[in-house]
């Protein structure tokens, strides 16, 4: 819009105090974001836990307040909790967890559009984001039809990450040290060989499968248990 300026998001929090408290309410928060200990019908939020859920954003709708957006610092933050914190629990399957970190990553991209941060800001959120998404990925297998995960949508969001961050490459001045392992990752996924959701046998909708050699490069960037995190490419 001409003449609007962006905010500067001004929550400190994973999740704006408000939402947690409607989530609470409407009883919609999810098992990694309850208080420990928490018991009865109506489970309580851990601001330590609970992470802002993605909401589509609608036609007409006001603007999030910037008391409602997280800066980048914090956005930052919040992706590094869900690849510490999340991306690797054994308390849940691999699907559970990717429909989790992929549907607040979503949510980290979009308070990233709604306001102003520079492209160094931009280019390290979307890359640490990107990064763990991908991880999450690369550890589902066939039974992730039959989990909480959708892979249409999975490897739609992939896409749309990928595009997100090779716009801020190509718009932004940088420097930028680290988009070339990206545009790497960004062939080595899209290869031939690479994974968009087919049908099995069955007729159901397989999650995507990466490539091997997609796999093998990711690994170097990711390991299981990395010593430095996905972040930090």
């Not at 962006?6 to 990694?32: I, N, S, W, Y």
């Not at 994974?195 to 299981?224: D, I, M, N, W, Y």
Request: proline share 10%; with cysteine.
């Amino acid at each position: 819009m001409p003449g609007y300026e962006l905010p500067v998001g001004t929550c400190l929090d994973m999740c704006p105090a408000a939402e947690r408290t409607q989530r609470e309410k409407e009883r919609r928060l999810h098992r990694f974001e309850v208080a420990p200990g928490c018991r009865g019908d109506r489970p309580r939020a851990d601001p330590q836990r609970a992470v802002k859920e993605y909401s589509r954003p609608a036609a007409g709708k006001i603007r999030p307040p910037p008391s409602q957006l997280r800066p980048p610092s914090v956005l930052l933050a919040t992706v590094r909790y869900l690849a510490s914190e999340v991306a690797e629990r054994t308390d849940a399957s691999c699907a559970e967890v990717a429909s989790f970190v992929a549907d607040r990553l979503r949510a980290v991209r979009l308070d990233l559009a709604l306001q102003s941060a520079s492209d160094v800001e931009t280019a390290l959120v979307l890359e640490s984001a990107l990064a763990v998404l991908l991880a999450v990925v690369a550890r589902l297998g066939p039974s992730a039809t039959h989990g909480p995960v959708d892979p249409m949508l999975l490897q739609a969001q992939v896409q749309e990450s990928f595009g997100s961050l090779r716009r801020c490459y190509a718009l932004g001045a940088g420097p930028h040290p680290r988009q070339a392992t990206f545009q790497g990752l960004f062939l080595l996924y899209n290869l031939g060989e690479s994974g968009s959701p087919r049908q099995s046998r069955a007729g159901t909708v397989e999650a995507p499968r990466p490539s091997t050699k997609f796999c093998s490069c990711l690994q170097l960037c990711v390991p299981a248990r990395p010593c430095a995190p996905p972040w930090q490419l």
